[in-house]
C-alpha cells in the first residue's frame, strides 16, 4: 500500500513538473489573463469562455497579422497574492505585454504597481472600485466604475420610482461595503434618507437576523449591493418574511443565476448592468449564437454572458490595438486612448482620461416576468 | 442546527482523537447526493437516502485513507491530513458538479406558527423535529447498543478496549459510519432550508460545528447539543443588537470567553 | 522569467519566516496556534501604517515586530489557562476574530485594504530591486535561524522541551511555565510580526484576506510537513507549499484537487515531516 501511495506521489510530482514547463515556443502573440477560475469560477468561467470566443474568431480570420493568438489563462485564486504570483510569472516567463484581469478591485489594485512598474497593460473587465482609475497609465477597465453606476440608479430610483426612503443590506467585504458608502452618498445627495444599514458575511445564507431588524422600519426600497450567491438568497428570504419593497441590486446580480435562486421574488429587481442581451448589432446577434451554443453544450458550467461579453469586446479590442500598432505596451495604450465607437457587444465603446470604458450611459435593467429587461 | 454536524465532529473527536476538518465536506455530500438523485429520480425519500448514503461513503473511505495510517501520532499530523482531504474534496466536488449553487427543488409549504412571541416555519419545525429524533438515535446507540458500547470503551482506553476483545479499527469504522450519516442529515437539511447547494457550502458551518462541539465539551454528546445551541444564540442575539457585519466575530468570541472561564466547555469531557 | 523566480524565492523565504515562528510555538513549546496568521496580518498592517505616517523603514520593521508580541501577549494571557486543543480553538478565534476587525477599522482601510505602502528602504535607498530583497529579506532569516538555534541549545530551549512534553511535570520540577510560555508566544510573534512587515513593503498592497484562517492553516502546514520541531524542517515546508501550487499551474483550475491530495498523501508516507525524525516524543500523541 506504501509503495502504491509512493508512485502516485511521484507520477502526481512529475506531471505537475511536466504541465508547468509545457510551455512552447511557437510563433504566437501571448496575451495574459487572470480569471477567477477556482473560486468564484462562476463569474470567471463565462468571462474565459468570452475571451475563448473571441480568440477563435480572430484565429479563424487568420489570427493578428498571420500569427495566431494565444491566452495563458491564470487563476487569481480570489487572492491578492496569488494574482500577484500569477501576474508576475505571466510577465516574467510567458512575457505577455497585456493582461486581461485580475477580476476583482482588490486584486487589481494589487497588481497595478507592479504592471505600472514594468510597463504592462492590464484591463480588468469588471473591477468597479473608483480606485482603479488612479491606479496607473497602464490600467484600463472594462465595465463602468461603480460611482456612476450610484449616481444612474439612485436617480433612477428617485425619478422613475419615487423612492424616499432606502433600507440597505449589503455584504460585508470590499464590494458591499463600498457600495454601501457610495450609494448612501448618492441617496443623500437626491434628499433619499436610509432608514436602515445591516450587513452579511460571504458565504451567509440566513439573513433572518438582519431582515428581523429591517423590518421594523419602513421603507420605499430594498438595496442589496454584493454577490448574487447571497443576494438572491436575500431577497427570496425577505419576500418570505412579508417585505414588500421593491429591489435594488448591483451588476452582479444580472445573471441567469439570480433569478434561478430567488425565484419569484426576482421580480421587479432593478439593477445597471453592463450587457444587454437584446442589443441588435449583427456583432452582438453572432456573439449570442457562439455563447447560447456553448452553454447548450456544457450543461454544468455556470452561465453569465455579461461576464463573456465584457472580455469578448477587451479581447478583440486588445487584438485590434496589436494589429494596427504593433505587440508593445505604450502602442497598446496609444491604441485604447484614442479608440473611438469600438463595435463592441456592450455597446459602442471607448476609453476616457482614466482608462475606464466609456459606452451610451448607463444601462439600467429590470426583472420583467423572469427576465432582464433593459429600461434605461 | 449547527448541532448535528457538531454531533459528528464530537463523536470523531472524543472516539479517534481528531479533529476532522473534512467533516463540513462529508455535510456537502450529502446535499449533493440529495440534489442529483432528486433530480434523477425525483423520489424524496430515496434521495434522502443516498444522500446520506453518499456522505457515508465518502466518510468512510476519509477514515481509511487519510486517517487510519495516522492513527497514535501527534494528532497535529492528521489535522494536516484532514486539512488536505478537505481541499480535495471540495474541489473535487467543484469539479464533478460545477461551481455554481444549485437549488433544492422542493417546495415546502411555508406555513408560520406563532409560538410564544417567535415565528417559526413549518420547516424549521422540521429540521428541529429531525434532530431531536437524530439526537435520541444516536443516545440509544451509544449506550445500548453493543457497537455503541464499544465506541465508548476505544474513547476511554483503545488498549484496554483491545484486551477485552473489541475490534478497534471496525469500531473506528463505525464511529466514523455514524459521524458522517449525521452530517449527511445536517447536509441535506441545510440545502433545502437554504434552497441552494455549492461546493463551499460546508467549510463554514463545519468551522462553526467544530466550535459547537468545544463549547459544549468535546467528547460530550448532550455538550454538543448545548455548544450547537448556544452558538446560533449567541450568533443571532449578537447580530440583533450589535453590528450584524460583526456576527461570525461573536460567534467565535462567545467560544473564547467560555472557554476561558470553563476550559473544558460547558460540560465538560472524559477527556 | 528571473523575475518571476525571484518573487517566488521572497515569497518562499518569507513563508519560512512564519513557519519557523510558528514551529517556536508548536513544535519546540508544544503550544498549538491555528491563528498564527493574524500575527503575521498585525504585523503587516502595522508596519504599513507607520511608514504610511511618514517613519522610516528601519523604524517600523522593528516596531512591527514588538506592536505584534504586544498582540501576542494579549493573546497569551487568557489563552494561558487552556490546554491542548482548547488551546487550538481559542487561537482559531483570536485569527478569525483579527481578521474581521481589521475588515471593519477605516483606518486599516477597510476590507479594501491598504494600497501604496512604500517600499523598504535601508538608509535611505529604496529596495525595489528583486534580488536585493531577497537578500535581505534572506539575511534577516538567518539571524531568525541562528537566535532559534541558539535559544533551542539553551536553558529556555530546554524549559520549552520540557513544556512540550509534559507541563505538569515540568511545574513540579520547577520550571516556571507560565513566564516559559509568554517568552514563546513573544518570540514567535515578534518573528511573524517581522515577516508581516516584509511582506507589505514588498507587495505595495496588504488587505484581511491575505491573512485569515486559510493562511494560519498554510502555515501550519508548513510546519508539520517540515518536521515539527524542526528548523530546517519549517524552511523545507515553507517552500514546499509555495513551490507546489507553482508547479501545479500547468492544471489550471484542477490545482485543489492535486493540492489536497498531495497534502494527504505526504502526511501518509512520512508523517514525522521531511525533516523530522520519529521520536517518540515528537510525534506521539500525549498521553495515549
Redesign the interface.
Known amino acids: 500500500m506504501?509503495r502504491f501511495?509512493?508512485v502516485?506521489?511521484v507520477g502526481?510530482?512529475i506531471?505537475?513538473?511536466?504541465?508547468?514547463t509545457?510551455c512552447t515556443k511557437e510563433k504566437v502573440i501571448k496575451v495574459g489573463a487572470i480569471l477567477r477560475?477556482?473560486?468564484?469560477?462562476?463569474d470567471g468561467?463565462p468571462a474565459k469562455r468570452g475571451i475563448e470566443i473571441a480568440v477563435d474568431e480572430i484565429n479563424a480570420a487568420g489570427g493578428i497579422n498571420g500569427k495566431p493568438l494565444k491566452v495563458i489563462?491564470?487563476?487569481s485564486k480570489?487572492?491578492?497574492?496569488?494574482s500577484?504570483?500569477a501576474f508576475?510569472?505571466l510577465?516574467?516567463?510567458d512575457k505577455v505585454k497585456v493582461v486581461i484581469g485580475p477580476m476583482m478591485?482588490?486584486n487589481t489594485?494589487?497588481v497595478?504597481?507592479i504592471a505600472e512598474?514594468?510597463h504592462v497593460v492590464v484591463i480588468t473587465p469588471n473591477g468597479t472600485?473608483p480606485?482603479i482609475s488612479n491606479a496607473g497609465k497602464y490600467i484600463y477597465r472594462g465595465c463602468t466604475r461603480i460611482d456612476k453606476q450610484a449616481e444612474a440608479l439612485t436617480k433612477y430610483a428617485k425619478d422613475k420610482m419615487g423612492v424616499k426612503t432606502v433600507a440597505i443590506l449589503y455584504s460585508?467585504?470590499?464590494y458591499g461595503?463600498?457600495c454601501n458608502k457610495l450609494f448612501s452618498k448618492y441617496f443623500n445627495d437626491l434628499g433619499i434618507s436610509v432608514v436602515a444599514d445591516?450587513?452579511?458575511?460571504r458565504?451567509?445564507?440566513?439573513f433572518?437576523?438582519?431582515l428581523?431588524?429591517i423590518k421594523q422600519k419602513k421603507f420605499d426600497l430594498l438595496f442589496i449591493p454584493g454577490y448574487l450567491?447571497e443576494t438572491a438568497?436575500a431577497i427570496?428570504q425577505a419576500r418570505?418574511m412579508g417585505i414588500d419593497a421593491p429591489s435594488m441590486g448591483v451588476f452582479g446580480d444580472m445573471a441567469p443565476?439570480y433569478i434561478?435562486?430567488a425565484?419569484n421574488a426576482a421580480e421587479g429587481h432593478v439593477i445597471a448592468g453592463e450587457y444587454d442581451f437584446d442589443y441588435n448589432t449583427p456583432v452582438n446577434r453572432r456573439f449570442k449564437e457562439k455563447y447560447m451554443a456553448i452553454v447548450k453544450s456544457h450543461k454544468?458550467?455556470?452561465n453569465n454572458i455579461m461576464f463573456a461579453a465584457i472580455t469578448y469586446d477587451m479581447t478583440r479590442i486588445v487584438a485590434d490595438a496589436i494589429k494596427n500598432r504593433g505587440y508593445n505596451a505604450e502602442a497598446i495604450r496609444d491604441y485604447l486612448d484614442s479608440l473611438k465607437d469600438f463595435d463592441g457587444v456592450t455597446g459602442r465603446l471607448s476609453f476616457d482620461k482614466n482608462g475606464d470604458v466609456v459606452k451610451q450611459g448607463v444601462y439600467i435593467f429590470k426583472v420583467e416576468g423572469g427576465k432582464y429587461v433593459k429600461v434605461e | 442546527m449547527y448541532t448535528l454536524v457538531a454531533l459528528g465532529y464530537t463523536m470523531v473527536y472524543g472516539i479517534l482523537g481528531i479533529i476532522n476538518f473534512a467533516q463540513g465536506e462529508i455535510y456537502m455530500y450529502g446535499a449533493y447526493g440529495a440534489v442529483i438523485s432528486l433530480s434523477l429520480t425525483g423520489d424524496l425519500a430515496l434521495s434522502v437516502l443516498l444522500g446520506i448514503g453518499l456522505s457515508c461513503v465518502v466518510g468512510v473511505l476519509l477514515e481509511r485513507v487519510a486517517f487510519k495510517p495516522l492513527r497514535g501520532l501527534n494528532p497535529l499530523i492528521s489535522l494536516i491530513s484532514a486539512i488536505g482531504a478537505s481541499i480535495f474534496l471540495s474541489s473535487s466536488a467543484r469539479f464533478i458538479f460545477g461551481p455554481d449553487e444549485r437549488p433544492f427543488p422542493v417546495h415546502f409549504e411555508s406555513h408560520i406558527y406563532n409560538f410564544l412571541g417567535i415565528d417559526v416555519s413549518m420547516l424549521q419545525i422540521i429540521i428541529m423535529g429531525v434532530s431531536l429524533i437524530l439526537m435520541i438515535l444516536l443516545y440509544i446507540i451509544v449506550n445500548h447498543t453493543k457497537n455503541g458500547r464499544a465506541m465508548k470503551a476505544v474513547a476511554m482506553d483503545a488498549d484496554a478496549a483491545m484486551l477485552m476483545g473489541i475490534d478497534v479499527d471496525k469500531t473506528y469504522m463505525f464511529t466514523f459510519l455514524i459521524g458522517s450519516a449525521l452530517s449527511g442529515v445536517a447536509g441535506i437539511l441545510m440545502a433545502v432550508y437554504y434552497n441552494t447547494t455549492y461546493p463551499t457550502m460546508g467549510t463554514l458551518p463545519g468551522l462553526k460545528a467544530f466550535s459547537a462541539a468545544v463549547l459544549g465539551g468535546i467528547g460530550s454528546i448532550p455538550g454538543a447539543v448545548v455548544g450547537g445551541l448556544t452558538l446560533g444564540v449567541a450568533e443571532n442575539l449578537g447580530a440583533a443588537y450589535i453590528s450584524s457585519g460583526f456576527k461570525d466575530a461573536f460567534a467565535f468570541l462567545a467560544l473564547v470567553l467560555v472557554l476561558v472561564i470553563r476550559p473544558k466547555g460547558i460540560m465538560g469531557a472524559k477527556r | 522569467m528571473t523575475a518571476y523566480i525571484l518573487h517566488v524565492c521572497i515569497i518562499m523565504v518569507l513563508f519560512s519566516m512564519l513557519s519557523l515562528s510558528l514551529n517556536i510555538a508548536v513544535g519546540m513549546t508544544g503550544l498549538v496556534s491555528l491563528g498564527h496568521a493574524a500575527f503575521f496580518g498585525i504585523g503587516a498592517y502595522a508596519s504599513g501604517l507607520m511608514m504610511l505616517c511618514g517613519l522610516p523603514f528601519e523604524v517600523s520593521l522593528v516596531l512591527s515586530g514588538i506592536v505584534t508580541s504586544v498582540f501576542g501577549i494579549i493573546l497569551a494571557v487568557p489563552s494561558l489557562r487552556v490546554k491542548d486543543d482548547y488551546l487550538a480553538i481559542v487561537t482559531l478565534g483570536f485569527g478569525i476574530i483579527a481578521v474581521i476587525i481589521l475588515m471593519n477599522m477605516d483606518i486599516t482601510g477597510g476590507p479594501d485594504g491598504l494600497t501604496g505602502i512604500p517600499p523598504a528602504s535601508v538608509f535611505g535607498v529604496a529596495l525595489t530591486s528583486k534580488p536585493v530583497y531577497f537578500a535581505f529579506c534572506s539575511s534577516i532569516l538567518a539571524i531568525m535561524v541562528l537566535t532559534t538555534s541558539r535559544l533551542k541549545a539553551s536553558k529556555v530551549g530546554r524549559a520549552w522541551a520540557a513544556i512540550r512534553d509534559n507541563d505538569t511535570v515540568a511545574m513540579f520540577m520547577g520550571i516556571n511555565i507560565y513566564y516559559y510560555k509568554v517568552l514563546c508566544i513573544v518570540i514567535s510573534s515578534f518573528w511573524a510580526g517581522i515577516a508581516g512587515s516584509l511582506y507589505a513593503h514588498y507587495t505595495g498592497y496588504i488587505n484581511p484576506m491575505t491573512f485569515g484562517m486559510q493562511t494560519s492553516i498554510m502555515i501550519l502546514a508548513m510546519v508539520v510537513l517540515g518536521g515539527i520541531g524542526s528548523i530546517p524542517g519549517s524552511i523545507i515546508g515553507a517552500s514546499v507549499l509555495v513551490l507546489l501550487p507553482e508547479l501545479l499551474r500547468g492544471f489550471e483550475a484542477h490545482q485543489g484537487i492535486f493540492y489536497g491530495a498531495l497534502l494527504v498523501t505526504m502526511m501518509v508516507l512520512r508523517p514525522q515531516g521531511i525533516m523530522g525524525k520519529m521520536k517518540v516524543t515528537d510525534i506521539f500523541a500525549r498521553g495515549s
Open positions: 506504501k501511495a509512493w502516485i506521489l502526481l510530482l506531471s505537475a513538473v511536466v504541465g508547468f509545457g477560475l477556482s473560486t468564484g469560477a462562476s468561467l489563462y491564470e487563476d480570489d487572492s491578492p497574492q496569488a500577484v504570483t508576475e510569472k510577465i516574467s516567463m478591485s482588490g489594485l494589487a497595478a504597481p512598474r514594468n472600485s480606485k460585508n467585504e470590499p461595503k463600498g445591516e450587513s452579511f458575511m458565504g451567509d445564507r440566513d433572518s437576523a438582519q428581523t431588524k450567491q438568497p427570496a418570505k443565476k434561478e435562486l425565484g454544468n458550467e455556470p
